[in-house]
Each structure stands twice: as structure tokens, then as C-alpha cells.
């Protein structure tokens, strides 16, 4: 089940951008999901909306975005892409 | 010898358990000259020191099962100048590999309380189908003799000279009776791969595969000799086939045909 | 793939950041600990995965395959898998090898003690202590203790060689027995190699005793299995030094694996209380009394007590629990001779079965339940590492906030000696322990 760690990895990085931007907290979020990623958008959004509570996401709106093509070289990843912050 | 740089030896871990990797330390008579003749740069088992690449020779331990890992042997390789994967994990993908077979009927039947928890597993994929590979040594575990063979070798700038033929003809050199032939017992000795003297037959039992498949196998014939001889049914079969080298590409295909 | 549209607006300190960042697996993170203010607010271990993919394969597998399969899940400790699941799967199908047979498979598994204790106390844990990255490095200045230790963990080895066939993996234990057992001549040579162990063994506590220890104690409930007469290794019943007194077939009514959030990996608990010790420190302290006497009395001038509270003494318990094994594999060989039968026949039956025995690091807890024709339905594995996690962390937190103060560097190598204290069977824990650690924010990776 190692998307649960892959979250909590993603969750850490985003908390590590806002403190090296002396920034205070994020505002948006958009994540990429391979297609062999296991897990779904609707599954990453769920653990998200727990795990914000208390960080420096609490507040930040999420954009999940599936790529649907299982040769993608990406396809087994999950992507941070954008931080928006303030 | 005269005072030359000592060879880096790296040892690497992936999805294994480990018993490779010990072969090296079981060597307990060996273990200190090796350690006088080459560098321990990377030993996690054994050392908390780690030194930088490049590696002159890397062992490969375990088999491939996430994205993270794949990076990491491909950096490994271009880290070495040769590298090594030993054992079933690492050449074979290992029992692990058992979760490659997810769209295969045998596992639908099976009823879990999870249905959905098979897709959560990772693929386990043996070092050779990532980057390219410069020796392959088999067994779970594998041959402190055959590890030993293949450290003198890589010393003394030659081949290993380690054969591919069949547990029969180590069963034979020790002089066991066939338990096949004698007691009826299953035995895959005749597909595979040498290297542990004919260990099970010498306690009486059937060979249940644990170093492969050997060069060009002829699971189907054996196949059939346990069916009409021995009695034994395909799921038998693809048991015995679906172990520790499930994923080889001979036993792989055999077990499949096997599938009710 | 789309991008949704934003509106540019909004407060003009606002910044957009491409990351393009790929999660990386937290569990190769292993520890992770963070201050705040100087004081610890958080420590998370995280590196032993259960073996869940065993759970699921041994589905639809013979009951006689478990042995075999469950061994891949540790080289350093097969032997323990192999007992316990026979254990486990004779209980189902009503047999119970009794005498020589109980006695042969006492004598492999102190093979595998001998092995894996003098492995860990050797090679890791007392280069540790010593100052050395490893053993290899000690045996420059210490060649001796090295060669000895070696000398001593191939004499381990050779038990299991001899009983087993080899020493990782063996393949000479099947269920009801053994595929083939050795005659007495067969033994003899491990009896003298026994009589060498013995004085290695001995002076093991010698030098374990002599090394320094930070003065460290915790109140840890012990669990471990105990037995009318012996020093437990296959069977017992379940007991802790508070209060729990049950059968092994009970385990699962009074332990419990959660999930811990946002994390891979599973905390052990006692069900109503919390977490708990297994390994060689339960076992001493709960079985002092069934040690041989010269066990106890090269305990005792090592400087324990009938009980230990401290982790880092548990190097010299592996020691004493060393010579224990030696003595013990010496008795057997003595009394041994050759039965009729290697193994007691059976036939497959439906039926849930439990086995517990101690591994070298613990109990190692095995449940299954099989159909009539014999193929397994469900598999429950528990191994000590794993059920020891809880208590590792709750170790590491106090013992980071003894050290606040420490550079990373030297507080990653202090939390490495703690989890040491554990023995973790590295494949257990599936990656080698790299320390995040996090000061108000800042975070550094060790
Ligand atoms: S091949 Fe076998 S012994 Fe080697 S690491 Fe894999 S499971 Fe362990
Ligand atoms: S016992 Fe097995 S390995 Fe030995 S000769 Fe017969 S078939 Fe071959
Ligand atoms: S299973 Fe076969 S290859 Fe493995 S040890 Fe036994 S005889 Fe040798």
C-alpha cells in the first residue's frame, strides 16, 4: 500500500516548499496521477481532505488530474506539479 | 601481488529477504581473505560504511517491486562496472513475482476479503529486465561455492565457471538413487538449474526447483511424466512451477499451460 | 490533461510554483523525527513492512508448502518461519511430533540462535559499541574477537547445515518431521565443534559484559512464551510480566495490528493497552529460572539481574542466550538416537491452526485455516520485528529527547544504536534507516 507513503511524502514536500518560500501557507494544489499509480483521484482526494487538517494545506484548493495512458513513462508516479502559495 | 587499487565491491539490497546477501557472510572461512583482496565499499548487512561509486564489482540482491527502485538500480549500473544479481529475487523476480500472475483465473477463484487488495501490490520484476546484466546467479538461496567461484573469477579477469546444466547430473555425480524413478516422488531436478549438489534428493526429497530453470529445459516432457506416472494433478503442477522462479520464463510458461 | 482555469486575480503575493516533484515512498524514509522549540513533537518509525504478500499468496497453496514458502521471508531467521508454520498447520491436521522429532527440531532452531545471535552481536552491534562502521574494520584491531565470532556463528551454522541441509532456507523440515534424519555418527562431529562453541560462547558474555551502556530503562511489558520445564523455544504458553497468561491459539483475542495513519507500516498493541517487548530481553526476564545453571551464573557475573529493563544490555543477553543454545544443542546430540520414522504421516482436514515459537528476535505468531482438501484459505503472520515497532519508536522518542542537542549526524547514528538494541532483521525492515529529521521546519535528511 505504498501510496500511502507516497502521500505522506508529497504532503512533506509541500510543507518544505512553503517554509523555503517564506511563504505561510498553500492556496492550490495540482497533483498528476499516472494510470498504474494505483490510486484513484477520488481516493487521493478523500486522503488528502483528511491530511490537510492542521498544515500548511489546510486551506489549499486541489486540482487531481488522471493521465490515462499506461505507457506514459510516468505512468506508475504521482506527480506534484504546481504549488500555489502566500 | 603486487600493491594495486583494490577492487570496490558493492553489495545491493532490493525486495528480498536477505538470504543472499548472508551467503556472502556464511563464507565464514572465506569471508576475511575476500575482505583482504577486495574493498567493502557497500555492505548494508554488514557495514554501516558506504563509499562512493564507481564500483568495480556490484551484487544485486532482491527483485524490482516500485518505481523508486527502478531509478535506483538504473543508478547503480551506471555506477558498476560489473554488476552481479544473485538469487531468485533479483534473476527471477522472486516468490514475489507471484503478483504478477493477477489476471491469471487461478487467482480470481480465489476468494479474498479484499478483492480490490491484489491491484495494490507492486509488480516484481527481476534486475535484467532494467538494465543489463553481466552475470546471473542463481538460487534461493544461492551456492556459497558458486559466490566464491564468481568473486575468483571476477579477481582473475575470467568467466565463472559455473554450468547451467541439470540438478540430475550433481544428483548423479553424488551418487543418490532417483527418487523419481525409486520412491515416485515428484521431483523437478531434470528443468533445473545446478548448483546445490542435488541437496533435496540426498534427504529423499523431490526437487522443488529453487535454482530455476536450466539452459533449455524440457518442462513439458517432465510435465508429463508426473501426470501419467506419478499422478500428479495440473494444479500440482502449476504449484510446483509457481515458487520461488515463478516468473523464469520456462517455468512461467509451463504453469501456465497447466491452468485449469 | 487540461489545466483548470484560475483566476489571475486575487492577492498580489500570491505565487505559483512548478514542482514537478514524484513522491518517493515514505517508508524508505525509516525515521522520522521532529522538533519543535527544542522539544520532541513527533517520531515515526516506519521501516518494517508486514509480510503481506505471503498473507495473500499462501492462498489457494498446499499445507505443506507453507514451510518452504514462509522461510523466504526472512534468510537471517528461516528457521523460525519453518517451525512456527508447522507448528501452526499440525494443529490443524491433529498430529504432534513428540520426543526425538521435538527434540531435533529444538536442536535446529538453537542452531539458528547461535547463528543469528553471534551474527548480530559480532558483525553489528559491537562495532557499534566499539567505534567501527563494521566488523570487518574492527577485525584490523581486534582480529581475534573477529575470527572467533565468525568461528562461532559457523559452528551455529553447521547445526542447521547438518539437521537442515543448508543454513538459509533449509529443506529438511516438512510437516510431521523431517524429510531425512540424521544418524548419531552424523552428529558427532557437530558434538566436538559443540565442545569448541562452548568456551567461545562463554567468553561472548565475557566480552559483551565489559562494554559501557548508557543508563537507560523503560517499564516494558514482556511478552514471550513460557514452559513447565524449558527454556522456551516451540512451545509455551503465551505470558507477560503483566498479567497475560493465555494459549497460544488465543493470541489474536489479546493482540492486535492497526494501521498506523499515513503510514505503511502496522503498531502491535495489546488490545486495551499498548504496545509491548518480545525478544531475548522478555524471554530472560520472564525465564531466568529456566536457564541452565551455567547460563545463569555467566549472567550473573556479567552483572545482570534475574530481570533487564535495559535495551543495550540486551547484547550481553544474546550472549548468555548463546551459551544457553550451545549447552542445549550439546544435550540433545547426547541423548540422541535415531527413530524409526523421520516424520508422522497425515492427511489434509479443514481447520484453523496456531503456532507461536520463539524466533531469535521474538515470538513469531502463524495462523491458518485450510479447506478438506488441504489448500490454505486464509494466513495470519505476525514476526517479532514488526510487533516490536511500536515499542522501538516509543524507545527513540525518549531517547531523542535526551539527546536535543546532538548534530543530526550523531543523533542519527545514537537513534541507529537504539533500533540495534531490536536486532531488526534488515529484511524485515525493507530499506536501511535513513533519519529525517525536522527542527522547526527545517528539514534535513541523514
Ligand atoms: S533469492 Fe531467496 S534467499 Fe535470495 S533474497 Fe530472494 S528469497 Fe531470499
Ligand atoms: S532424484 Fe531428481 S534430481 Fe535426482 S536424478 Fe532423479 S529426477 Fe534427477
Ligand atoms: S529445490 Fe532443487 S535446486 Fe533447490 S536445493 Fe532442492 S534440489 Fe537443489
Known amino acids: 500500500m505504498h501510496e500511502l507513503s507516497l502521500f505522506a511524502d508529497m504532503m512533506n514536500k509541500v510543507h518544505q516548499i512553503v517554509v523555503e518560500n517564506n511563504a505561510e501557507r498553500a492556496t492550490h494544489i495540482s497533483v498528476e496521477l499516472g494510470a498504474l499509480s494505483h490510486i484513484s483521484p477520488g481516493h487521493f482526494r478523500e486522503h488528502f481532505d483528511e491530511a490537510k487538517v492542521g498544515t500548511v494545506a489546510e486551506h489549499a484548493e486541489l486540482d487531481v488530474f488522471q493521465n490515462d495512458d499506461p505507457n506514459d513513462p510516468n505512468a506508475q508516479e504521482m506527480i506534484l506539479q504546481t504549488i500555489e502559495l502566500e | 601481488m603486487k600493491a594495486r587499487r583494490k577492487p570496490k565491491l558493492a553489495v545491493w539490497k532490493f525486495a528480498s529477504c536477505d538470504g543472499c546477501q548472508l551467503t556472502l557472510l556464511d563464507c565464514e572461512d572465506e569471508l576475511l581473505a575476500v575482505a583482504d583482496v577486495v574493498e567493502i565499499a557497500n555492505f548494508p548487512e554488514a557495514s554501516r560504511e558506504v563509499a562512493r561509486g564507481p564500483y568495480d564489482l556490484s551484487l544485486v540482491e532482491g527483485s524490482i517491486t516500485t518505481p523508486h527502485d527502478a531509478e535506483r538500480i538504473r543508478t547503480i549500473r551506471k555506477q558498476s562496472k560489473f554488476l552481479v544479481s544473485i538469487g531468485a529475487c533479483a534473476t527471477a523476480g522472486g516468490i514475489q513475482a507471484l503478483r504478477n500472475f493477477r489476471n491469471v483465473r487461478e487467482f480470481l477463484s480465489i476468494v479474498y476479503a479484499r478483492p480490490d487488495y491484489i491491484d495494490t501490490l507492486p509488480h516484481s520484476t527481476p534486475i535484467a529486465d532494467h538494465v543489463f546484466v553481466d552475470f546471473e546467479l542463481r538460487g534461493c538461496p544461492i551456492s556459497k561455492v558458486q559466490l566464491v567461484e564468481l568473486i575468483s573469477a571476477f579477481l582473475g579477469n575470467r568467466k565463472p565457471n559455473i554450468s547451467s546444466h541439470s540438478v540430475c547430473v550433481e544428483c548423479k555425480l553424488r551418487g543418490n538413487t532417483c527418487v523419481m524413478i525409486a520412491n515416485k516422488v515428484p521431483c523437478l531436478g531434470p528443468v533445473t538449474h545446478a548448483g546445490c549438489d542435488a541437496l533435496c534428493p540426498s534427504y529423499n526429497r523431490g526437487c522443488f526447483g529453487c535454482f530455476g530453470p536450466k539452459e533449455t529445459p524440457n518442462t513439458s516432457s517432465l510435465s508429463h511424466q508426473w501426470s501419467n506416472g506419478l499422478s500428479a494433478s495440473d494444479r500440482d503442477i502449476v504449484h510446483a512451477y509457481r515458487t520461488f522462479n515463478a516468473y523464469a520464463e520456462a517455468f512461467k510458461k509451463e504453469a501456465t499451460t497447466h491452468e485449469p | ?446
Open chain 3, 1 to 446: 490533461m487540461s489545466h483548470s482555469q484560475r483566476n489571475p486575480g486575487g492577492p498580489s503575493k500570491r505565487k505559483k510554483i512548478t514542482v514537478n516533484y514524484m513522491a518517493r515512498v515514505e517508508g524508505e524514509g525509516g525515521l522520522d523525527i521532529r522538533f519543535r522549540n527544542g522539544k520532541v513533537e513527533d517520531v515515526k518509525l516506519n521501516i518494517f513492512e508486514p509480510p503481506r504478500f505471503y498473507e495473500a499468496f499462501l492462498r489457494g497453496r498446499s499445507y505443506t508448502e507453507p514451510p518452504d514458502i514462509t522461510a523466504r521471508i526472512c534468510g537471517i531467521c528461516p528457521i523460525a518461519y519453518q517451525m512456527s508454520s508447522t507448528h501452526a498447520i499440525e494443529s490443524i491436521v491433529g498430529i504432534k511430533p513428540t520426543d526425538t522429532l521435538r527434540e531435533l527440531r529444538r536442536l535446529i532452531y538453537c542452531g539458528e540462535w547461535i547463528e543469528s545471535h553471534v551474527l548480530h552481536v559480532y558483525m553489528l552491534h559491537a562495532p557499534d559499541f566499539l567505534g567501527y562502521q563494521d566488523a570487518i574494520r574492527m577485525s584490523k584491531d581486534h582480529p581475534d574477537l573477529v575470527k572467533k565470532g565468525l568461528r562461532l556463528k559457523k559452528i551455529g551454522n553447521e547445526i542447521v547445515n547438518t539437521i537442515g541441509g543448508r543454513e538459509i532456507h533449509p529443506i529438511n523440515v516438512r510437516i510431521g518431521g523431517f524429510y531425512k534424519l540424521p544418524t548419531k555418527k552424523e552428529l558427532i562431529p557437530l558434538q566436538n565443534h559443540l565442545e569448541e562453541a562452548l568456551e567461545l560462547a562463554k567468553e561472548m558474555v565475557t566480552v559483551t559484559a565489559g562494554l559501557e551502556f548508557p543508563e537507560f530503562e523503560q517499564d516494558y511489558e514482556y511478552v514471550c512464551l513460557r514452559h513447565p520445564y524449558e527454556y522456551p523455544l516451540n512451545q509455551g504458553r503465551i505470558v507477560s510480566n503483566k498479567g497475560i497468561d493465555i494459549d497460544v491459539s488465543e493470541f489474536l483475542d489479546h493482540f492486535q495490528e492497526e494501521q498506523v495513519k499515513h503510514s505503511t507500516s502496522l503498531h502491535a498493541r495489546i488490545k486495551e493497552r499498548g504496545a509491548y517487548h518480545v525478544g531475548p530481553l522478555a524471554r530472560y526476564s520472564l525465564n531466568f529460572d529456566r536457564l541452565s545453571p551455567l547460563a545463569q551464573e555467566a549472567a550473573q557475573q556479567a552483572g545482570l539481574g534475574e530481570t533487564c529493563y535495559n535495551p543495550f544490555k540486551s547484547i550481553i543477553i544474546r550472549s548468555v542466550e548463546t551459551l544457553w543454545a550451545v549447552e542445549e544443542a550439546l544435550r540433545i546430540i547426547d541423548n540422541y538416537s535415531k527413530p524409526e520414522k523421520d516424520y508422522i504421516e497425515h492427511s489434509p482436514r479443514a481447520g484453523t491452526g496456531h503456532g507461536c515459537t520463539e524466533a531469535p528476535r521474538g515470538i513469531l505468531y502463524h495462523r491458518y485455516k485450510t479447506d478438506e482438501e488441504g489448500l490454505i484459505t486464509d494466513a495470519i503472520i505476525t514476526p517479532p520485528t514488526s510487533q516490536n515497532q511500536k515499542m522501538i519508536e516509543d524507545d527513540l522518542w525518549h531517547f531523542a529527547e535526551k539527546y536535543t542537542e546532538l548534530p543530526d549526524e550523531d543523533l542519527k547514528w545514537k537513534c541507529e544504536q537504539a533500533v540495534r538494541n531490536y536486532d531488526p532483521c534488515i529484511s524485515c525492515s525493507c530499506h536501511f534507516l535513513k533519519v529525517t529529521v525536522d527542527r522547526d521546519g527545517k528539514v534535513s535528511k541523514v
